[in-house]
């Protein structure tokens, strides 16, 4: 089975870890558990205790090395599904930003993904890679990467919404459904990929109407301080079974990760007289200021980061760093020391003397090895260069999200 399509499966069985129905005839049964114990309530236990021994297995002893990445994958994964905490509570409780969340739970699903891929019998490897490659059955998990995350752009919601609804009208009249939108007339622009949000609504509705039995699809948009809403509300008869199929799997993964390209978060709602789907999708991205004097840095840290929730900005001289610090407000701020005429050590006792600037987090970034100089002046952090992205990324969680910056003050 090709990795993606595991992954898949295995997310989906997570995120069911506690819905019987759902877990009785999960796809993932004829993978991970033998003959014997599948159909049937047996298999709904025996699933759910094979996910949580897998998960209780990357703690691997009671006290990890602190930043160990199977700690990180067994912390996320039993507070997020074990314990069934919300996921802005577990983002509180591990210090991290939204979209440091959503990369540190994909990582962890791939972890345990392997986990239990490695641990099943060949011959059944065999099997489901089989199953899995059968034509139209492949989730295009590459494709979707490389398109959503192809360079920098601003897009109208509204409008891709009211687009998308008109392409697919003939598609939900099929299926005897009825969909309106309270779409409001003016622009909603959010920071994101035109094909992401387009393909996002398209796959959506295609989820909702894998189960619907007739009824009434409605779908909104609303505007927040920090992030837009988009709503789309089935009520009519569900098919449960209609859920449960293969394509209505690959469909929610696909949600699932076109959201996370938009650095947003996803609640997919089973009622009693329906569904609802409703996405957050962030409005306000972060600002990481860099002072260096190499063009080769600047670029380096924009290719680093070009998938995340963050504008770049530049300066050359200590000067234009602190105008643009003082004008511009970063989120925070990266900076070398070896810098022509006033070098990064006055940068820094610059910021950190300037009321307007000192709340700043300042990350210093040099092939020097002064970081005790550099902590005790005011910087919160000391990264050696050659600069990694997963070194950049850990300290941005750590530093640019002021939520993050409360837990860990504590």
């Known amino acids: 089975m090709s990795t993606p399509d595991f992954i898949a499966l295995v997310k989906d069985g997570l995120e069911h870890l506690y819905d019987p129905a759902c877990l009785r005839e999960h796809p993932l049964t004829r993978v991970l558990l033998p003959e014997r114990l599948r159909p049937g309530v047996k298999s709904t236990q025996a699933l759910r205790q094979v996910l949580l021994d897998a998960i209780d297995s ?27 905490l919300p996921f802005r ?13 959503f990369r540190n739970l994909r990582h962890a699903h791939q972890t345990i993904a392997t986990l239990l891929w490695e641990s099943v019998p060949a011959e059944a490897r065999s099997a489901a890679t089989t199953r899995a490659e059968a034509p139209g059955r492949r989730p295009p998990y590459a494709e979707v990467d490389a398109a959503t995350h192809h360079g920098e752009s601003l897009t109208d919601l509204n409008d891709t919404t009211r687009a998308v609804v008109e392409l697919l009208r003939d598609v939900v009249a099929n299926h005897d459904v009825v969909v309106c939108t309270q779409v409001p007339a003016q622009p909603l622009v959010v920071p994101g990929n035109r094909t992401a949000l387009r393909q996002f609504v398209i796959t959506a509705v295609g989820y909702v109407l894998g189960g619907a039995r007739g009824g009434q699809i409605v779908i909104s948009t609303m505007e927040r301080p920090e992030h837009v809403i988009f709503s789309l509300t089935y009520e009519g008869a569900l098919s449960d079974v209609g859920l449960q199929t293969n394509q209505a799997i690959e469909r929610l993964a ?7 390209s938009l650095h947003g978060a996803l609640s997919v709602e089973k009622r009693t ?21 190499s063009p080769d840095m600047v670029q380096l840290v924009s290719r680093l980061i070009a998938d995340q929730n963050y504008t770049v ?4 001289t200590v000067s234009d760093g602190l105008a643009i610090a003082r004008s511009a407000h970063p989120d925070v701020i990266l900076v070398d020391i070896m810098l022509p005429g006033q070098d990064g050590w006055d940068a820094i006792q610059a910021l950190k003397h300037d009321p307007s600037t ?6 210093v970034c040099t092939v020097l090895g002064e970081s005790d100089l550099a902590l005790a002046l005011g910087a919160a952090e000391f990264i050696r260069k050659p600069l990694t992205r997963d070194g950049l990324l850990a300290a941005l969680a750590r530093w640019a999200d002021p939520l993050a910056r409360r837990v860990g003050e504590h």
């Not at 509570?89 to 969340?101: I, K």
């Not at 696909?254 to 996370?260: A, D, G, T, V």
């Not at 000192?358 to 990350?363: A, R």
Request: proline share 6%.
């Open 358 to 363: 000192q709340e700043i987090p300042i990350l």
């Open 254 to 260: 696909l949600l699932r990760q076109l959201i996370e």
């Open 89 to 101: 509570e577990v983002m509180a409780r591990l210090g991290l930003g939204q979209a440091q969340y």
């Open 313 to 316: 900005l530049s300066a050359t």
């Open 273 to 293: 007289d329906g569904l609802a789907i409703t996405a957050e999708i962030p409005v306000q991205r972060r600002t990481l200021l860099v002072i260096d004097d």
């Open 58 to 84: 990357l703690r691997r002893d009671t006290s990890p090395p602190s930043g160990a990445p199977w700690s990180r994958d067994h912390q996320i994964l039993q507070l997020r599904y074990v314990e069934a």
